[in-house]
């Protein structure tokens, strides 16, 4: 069983950045970031490898965000630079995941809101 705690979330203006960690208890794979925003569905960020060196992005964030790990302390990060008012959405992060595909594991989320 794996549990998965964010944070990091919060409110930033344009083109500022923020740092997402994701805590996880129990051995995790790959782990992955999904957003969704009110009225949308949840879509991929970014995932990144057990052993950190394949990480795959989602076009809208490429050039902007980075995925990173420790595997010493079980932690996943997502920093977000040149952030942009649509990046405004819930963060989730996710463990099991298959390239782009979610993996069983959620945790509950962290608010991320840009303003214009």
């Known amino acids: 069983q794996v549990q998965l705690v964010e944070s990091g979330g919060g409110l930033v203006e344009a083109g500022g950045s923020l740092r997402l960690s994701c805590a996880a208890s129990?051995?995790?794979?790959?782990v992955a970031w999904f957003r969704q925003a009110p009225g949308k569905e949840r879509e991929f960020v970014a995932t990144?490898?057990?052993?950190?060196?394949?990480?795959i992005y989602a076009d809208s964030v490429k050039g902007r965000f980075t995925i990173s790990r420790d595997n010493a302390k079980n932690t996943v990060y997502l920093q977000m630079n040149s952030l942009k008012p649509e990046d405004t959405a819930v963060y989730y992060c996710?463990?099991?995941?298959?390239?782009?595909?979610?993996?069983?594991?959620w945790g509950q989320g962290t608010q991320v809101t840009v303003s214009s």
């Open positions: 996710n463990a099991g995941s298959k390239g782009v595909v979610a993996g069983r594991y």
């Open positions: 129990g051995r995790t794979l790959s």
């Open positions: 990144i490898a057990w052993g950190g060196g394949s990480t």
